[in-house]
């Protein structure tokens, strides 16, 4: 009984830490709320701007200077991209200012992480299916939720426990490239579900 008990513990145990692994990934971009509540009181460019980290101000600059702050609010779904995908953009391709990235890309370098419509975890699928960005109609996108597994590791067995992650899809021949989020469904005043890209994420040139 003393053997059950422990292992019913260290199971408990587990699970918490698995909570707090998985609850981690919004904790800081949700500040006003936490991981139970995705609500926040600040429209989609509002929040953004003034997330405590600062990882979206090179986002911010790209939006001013394309004038995107009405088309980033009225949205139904943001993918944003961090500082650090726009900074591995940047040396990709040689670009050494932010002067020189505004004059080598056009707005479509944001909206094609754009959509009409509310785009979550909860209403896609594991296949990755086609929606039209505010890119153009040229530029392909997708969206699918990729299943996860944790392993847990106990004194007489080894559960796994699943969980999804969203990702987008470049559509690209011959080859498609998949770029993950690091935090999804951030509910903003404004009407947007807001994702946030990871920061080794391959940005498309537009």
Known sequence: MKNNNINFSVACIALLM?????????????????VHNPH?????????????????????????????KDS?????????????????????NELTSMQMLFDSVSSRLL??????????????????????????DTVLSAVRKVVNTYPV??????????YYTLQYVWVNNPL??????????????SGTTLHVLTDNAILRRL
């Open 18 to 34: 698995l909570t707090g692994i998985v609850s981690c990934k919004k904790s800081a971009y949700l500040e006003d709320g936490g």
């Open 40 to 68: 926040t009181s600040l429209s989609t460019y509002d929040y953004l701007k003034n997330q405590a980290y600062h990882d979206f101000d090179s986002t911010i600059m790209l939006i001013d200077h394309f004038n995107l």
């Open 72 to 92: 980033v609010n009225k949205a139904g779904t943001f993918f944003a991209p961090t500082d650090y995908a726009i900074n591995a953009f940047m040396i990709n």
């Open 111 to 136: 909206t094609q992480y754009m959509f009409s419509q509310s785009i979550a975890l909860d209403n896609v699928t594991t296949d990755a299916v086609l929606y039209k960005n505010w890119a153009s």
């Open 153 to 162: 590791y106990l004194t007489n067995s080894v559960p796994s426990f699943t």
């Open 176 to 189: 498609d490239i998949y770029l993950p989020c690091q935090t999804t469904g951030i509910l903003t005043s």
